[in-house]
């Protein structure tokens, strides 16, 4: 019975969890690096409903993931201007080329 | 096996598989379409924990929302078709063994943990007038909060996001 135990959810949570944090250690690309934040937050949010599906019945779990999912959007939203911005600056949206703070 | 098994193994493939491609593709753009349909795939998930708003929610902000603003980001910069991810072998080896020994370590600790399962057959019921009274309830200062953060997220990406060289409003 996978669909009603806790273990599958937590294990996929992990995998997708591992996915993200891959992106964001090997990507230079700075929209990959967002899509690999975006595949851990996810991974979260699985952990958070099936934590609150099976270990405590109610509902504070998917509360937490709404305002997961809230921050997520507003993220989203600046981590994507502030790149546009980048790429009119630089021409690139390479992080290793954003070096201008450098000192 | 009972029917939602399959589902759930049909939906985890689905998302493990495009967290793959999201991964290892080259192309950035392929990366994004198959960014969409693991979104999409948790959204399946939510509906299997008995989580019917966010489903929706998740199929609405992050499907409809992240997903096309993603895909708007990478249009507006140049030579979408040559945009590649620029990895460096380095990077690959040492984020790759990182990434390896966490998922050990996060295995490990979900197979030996003994979780206090309260239930396991739980009966769906609807759940947003649950959400929408812990919302006016318990959670009304965090729900504000989350308000003003969409506000100011909101009025930041537009004043960022503006051409500087048109200044003067």
């Given amino acids: ?103 | 096996m009972v029917p939602a098994d399959f589902v759930f193994l049909i939906l985890a493939t689905l998302i493990v598989a495009c967290g793959f491609v999201v991964v290892f593709h080259s192309k950035i753009i392929y990366s994004a379409f198959a960014l969409l349909f693991s979104f999409f795939g948790v959204g399946g998930i939510y509906i299997l924990l008995n989580a019917d708003f966010l489903a929706g929610t998740q199929l609405i902000v992050y499907v409809g929302g992240i997903s096309v603003l993603i895909l708007f980001g990478i249009l507006l910069t140049k030579k979408i078709y040559n945009l590649t991810t620029e990895e460096t072998s380095t990077q690959k080896i040492i984020g790759g063994a990182t990434s390896l020994a966490f998922l050990g370590a996060l295995a490990a600790l979900i197979f030996n943990t003994d979780w206090q399962i309260v239930t396991t057959t739980q009966e769906f019921t609807p759940q947003t007038l649950e959400i929408g009274k812990a919302f006016m309830g318990n959670f009304i200062l965090p729900f504000e909060l989350a308000a003003i953060l969409l506000l100011v997220a909101l009025i930041g990406a537009v004043i960022i996001g503006r051409d500087e060289k048109k200044e003067e409003i």
């Avoid at chain 1, 409903?49 to 989203?76: D, K």
């Fill in chain 1, 1 to 103: 019975m996978f669909y009603n135990s806790l273990e599958p959810y937590l294990v996929l949570s992990a995998i997708l969890f591992v996915l993200g944090l891959l992106a964001m250690f090997t990507k230079r690309n700075a929209i990959s690096i967002l899509m690999g934040v975006e595949l851990v937050l996810n991974a979260a949010c699985i952990n958070f409903v099936a934590f609150s599906r099976f270990v405590e019945n109610g509902i504070s779990g998917q509360l937490v993931t709404i305002f997961i999912i809230i921050l997520a959007a507003s993220e989203a939203a600046v981590a994507l201007a502030i790149i546009l911005h980048l790429y009119r600056h630089i021409n690139s949206i390479n992080v290793d080329e954003a070096t201008q703070l450098e000192g």
